[in-house]
């Protein structure tokens, strides 16, 4: 099936200015995750939106765990224990989490399909585990899925493009039904490998 709807050819990872891309909580180990979790959690409304509470870490341990199975069962061939995020194309919406974000944009021709997987919207949302902390659920049916990006096109002409607008007020935004991107997740280091230096903290 080929979509008729204009599938972005690139991905956006968006990241705090001041900080190098692609720092990922999950390659910390304890006590340093923790001090950088509430280190995120002190800058929200002054840097960012985004919510760091104290399940914050076990919330993304089973959603990224459970992504990672249905990747594997999907074909994909995993080389980290967590990805690393962009979100398809652009998002006003992500972009808008931040006061000054920056930008690292990848074609996806350079992301190869087997270390690459796709959820639609969000994994935190698509992967359902929210109710557990909380968290409402609104599902829909591509939740609960983990697509490879050569099926990229089929997913899009199926269910369309979500409307990512930035909100005037995120206040309460884990609250409400949440379709605003499609997440794509890079399962290896070596595409983005110009970007890493894992010798600098968090």
């Known amino acids: 099936m080929t979509s008729a709807i204009d599938v972005p050819n690139v991905a956006t990872h968006y990241y705090m200015r001041g900080r190098r891309p692609f720092l990922n909580l999950s390659d910390l ?20 939106q985004r919510l760091y509470g104290r399940q914050y870490m076990t919330l993304r341990r089973l959603t990224e765990s459970r992504m990672r199975a249905l990747f594997i069962e999907a074909g994909g061939r995993p080389e980290r224990a967590a990805p690393h995020y962009f979100v398809l194309g652009a998002s006003a919406w992500f972009r808008g989490l931040y006061a000054e974000p920056e930008e690292v944009v ?18 935190f949302a698509s992967m359902a585990f929210g109710p557990r ?21 089929d997913l899009v002409a199926t ?4 409307d990512d607008s930035a909100e005037d007020d995120y206040t309460g935004f884990e609250q409400r039904p949440f379709e605003k991107f499609i997440e794509v997740q890079l399962w290896s280091d070596a595409p983005i490998a110009v970007w890493l230096d894992t010798g600098k903290r968090q």
């Open 133 to 153: 902390f909380g968290l409402p659920h609104f599902p829909q049916p591509h939740h609960e899925q983990v697509f490879r990006l050569d099926g990229l096109e």
């Open 159 to 162: 269910y369309g493009l979500p």
């Open 106 to 123: 990848v074609p996806l021709a350079d992301l190869p399909t087997e270390v690459t997987s796709v959820t639609y919207p969000d994994s």
């Open 29 to 48: 180990d304890d006590p340093l995750l923790g001090e950088v979790v509430e280190e995120l959690g002190s800058l929200r409304d002054t840097a960012h």
